[in-house]
């Protein structure tokens, strides 16, 4: 009889994510309001769909697979040479050529319980083991903790999103030194930075080039392109080397590239995207101080509202699903007695305003 490695049978079916797609398939629904992803509610840029609009006629060649218009730009932006980067078909493909490449087999990750599922997918299938920490009580990373656990358990590679998914929380810049700095030498940190458009920049670390760090970027939340499946790694020349090695050459389609070349270009509709989500953010918090709820602080396109327990949080997000708003929660204690809705539109969020204030009186406390 065939079958599959172990590491790979392990694998439950459905990790990391089912799509809103097969969500409507289940339930029946021939619309949603798709605030579950965190995709931009605001679409691409239009200088983006125009050059991606003239691309297509070029879409019987193969894209230029080394990234090179597109680097360059890149670098320009983040002070770097193009050595220093490598383009992917988003983040969560740059995540596994980083475990493919770091972690030998058996060999432990560390992240916190909860937080952006595709690191443990890509650790678990690529036969690596996973240790933990756990959110603080307040929903913000704990630091303190990865630090002991990366020096009980000497992990090839720790995971940190900054600000961070699904909590929104942030590390500011001094902070994340201090825990840079803490860890074993050895640990490769991937500093997973897909949030990084809506925190101002002096925030953020600087941008050096440091052997022990890979930060991740993306072109799927600010600017849009999530369907376009693009975002880019800043490494060390060393390490963007190794993840060459074993980078699907074509990967990343001519149309992307183009796409977010373009987007990169123009700056009015970055600006205007990451004022949009600050509206969104802003109404979020109104809503639940309204329905007497609390909301975490959010550096990113999404806000987690307190329901009180999982068991709540879950009959809402289905209860909402049933009427057409996709949202999602945070799957392990203590944020999941939390729901996680994306900044939308004003029309989107009074959908999901109005389908809250319904749902939340059917599903007590
Ligand atoms: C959305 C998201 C990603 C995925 O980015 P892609 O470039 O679309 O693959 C990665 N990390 C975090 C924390 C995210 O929220």
């Known amino acids: 009889m065939i079958r599959p490695a172990p590491a790979i049978a392990a694998i439950p079916p459905t990790t990391p994510f089912i799509g809103p797609e097969q969500l409507m398939r289940e339930h029946g629904l021939d619309a949603l309001v798709r605030l579950g992803a965190n995709e931009s509610a605001f679409g691409p840029s239009p200088r983006a769909l125009e050059a991606m609009r003239a691309e297509l006629e070029r879409l019987s060649w193969y894209g230029d697979p080394e990234s090179y218009e597109l680097r360059t730009a890149l670098a320009r932006k983040h002070g770097c040479g ?28 560390l992240t916190t319980r909860g937080s952006y599922p595709t690191f443990n997918y890509h650790v678990v299938g690529y036969g690596g083991r996973l240790v933990y920490a756990s959110y603080r009580d307040d929903g913000r990373l704990d630091l303190d ?10 992990p ?31 640990a490769l940190v991937l500093l997973d930075e897909a949030y990084a458009d809506f925190v101002d920049a002096a925030a953020l670390i600087d941008p050096r080039i440091d052997d022990r760090i890979i930060r991740t970027r993306t072109f799927s939340k600010a600017y849009g392109l999530a369907g376009a499946r693009i975002g880019y790694a800043i490494a060390s020349a060393e390490n963007v080397a190794t993840l060459q090695k074993i980078r699907l050459h074509y990967g990343v389609n001519r149309n992307a590239q183009v ?8 700056e009015a509709f970055h ?27 959010s550096f990113t396109n999404f806000v987690c509202i307190d329901l009180g327990s999982a068991d709540r949080a879950t009959r809402v997000m289905n209860e ?11 799957g392990a204690p203590p944020l999941d007695r939390y729901i996680r809705v994306s900044a939308g539109t004003a029309p989107m969020r009074e959908a999901f305003a109005a389908a809250l204030r319904a749902v939340l009186d059917e599903v007590s406390a």
């Open 259 to 266: 796409g977010a070349l373009a987007s990169l270009a123009d």
């Open 82 to 109: 193009i050595e220093q980067l490598v383009v992917g078909s988003g983040i969560d493909e740059l995540m596994g050529l980083v475990v493919r490449a770091f972690m030998a087999p058996g060999a432990a990750a």
């Open 145 to 154: 903790g990865l630090v002991a656990v990366a020096r009980a358990e000497r």
């Open 320 to 330: 909402l699903l049933a009427r057409g708003v996709w949202i999602r929660k945070p």
């Open 271 to 297: 600006t205007h995207v990451v004022r949009e989500v600050e509206a969104a953010r802003r109404a979020y918090y109104a809503l639940a101080s309204e329905l007497g709820l609390q909301a975490l602080e």
């Open 156 to 186: 090839a590679v720790v995971y940190l999103a900054n600000p961070d998914n699904p909590s929104g929380t942030f590390v500011a810049r001094g902070e994340l030194e201090r825990f840079l700095d803490a860890l074993p030498d050895d």
